[in-house]
């Protein structure tokens, strides 16, 4: 059951691409680390944009990814809340 686990989030964690385009799904967390227990440094709208600049390392349950977003906030946002931007 463990390795189903983690299978299914490896597939998920595919969503995204280093260092690629993504978009905020809803409002998004950008929390100062990678994890549910790190601090909320602030909050993006949805359709928010930004880059991916590290990660992924998952926590808590999520794959969290590092975005530089446009509006000049940086930080860690989990996966479940961002989609990769189409070209």
Do not use: C
Not at 31 to 57: K, M, S
């Amino acid at each position: 059951k463990q390795m189903n686990s983690f299978t299914n989030q490896m597939m998920v964690m595919k969503n995204l691409v280093a260092k690629g385009e993504v978009t905020g799904t809803s409002v998004v967390n950008v929390r100062h680390g990678p994890g549910t227990r790190a601090g909320i440094d602030g909050r993006q709208i949805r359709g928010a944009r930004g880059y991916v600049i590290e990660g992924p390392l998952f926590a808590d349950g999520y794959w969290w990814w590092g975005i530089s977003y446009d509006s000049g906030v940086r930080g860690w946002s989990a996966e479940n809340y961002l989609a990769r931007v189409s070209l």
